[in-house]
């Protein structure tokens, strides 16, 4: 089993930054990638970004490159997502998850229980 738990959601203006964590615990071995996943109210959850454990590869949704970064720390099974110039269109839910690096929910196994991020225009 893998335990995932979220943190540094909040409420931003537009145009603002915030930074999520997710810590990871258990077998992290037993899975090559992390990724970031979210849920607006009404809206199918959507990939976000994706990082590989080993070599830090990295995968982003076009809706989000060039503004959002992901990133990890080995030593702390922890990964990173570092939200800049975000948009009301940010707003949602959002979860981490640990399986194989892809940006299809199905191949992810393990799920945190999110982090809401709320922002304001």
């Known amino acids: 089993q893998v335990q995932l738990v979220e943190s540094g959601g909040g409420r931003v203006e537009a145009g603002g930054s915030l930074r999520l964590s997710c810590a990871a615990s258990?077998?992290?071995?037993?899975?090559?990638?992390l990724g970031w996943f979210r849920q607006a109210p009404g809206k199918e959850r959507e990939f976000v970004a994706a990082?590989?454990?080993?070599?830090?590869?990295?995968y982003y949704a076009d809706s989000v490159k060039g503004r959002f970064t992901i990133s990890r720390d080995n030593a702390k099974n922890t990964v990173y997502l570092q939200m800049n110039s975000l948009k009301p269109e940010d707003t949602a839910v959002y979860y981490c998850?640990?399986?194989?690096?892809?940006?299809?929910?199905?191949?992810?196994?393990?799920w945190g229980q999110g982090t809401q991020v709320t922002v304001s225009s």
């Open positions: 998850a640990a399986g194989s690096y892809s940006r299809r929910e199905v191949t992810y196994d393990y």
């Open positions: 258990g077998r992290t071995f037993s899975t090559s990638a």
């Open positions: 990082i590989t454990w080993s070599i830090g590869n990295t």
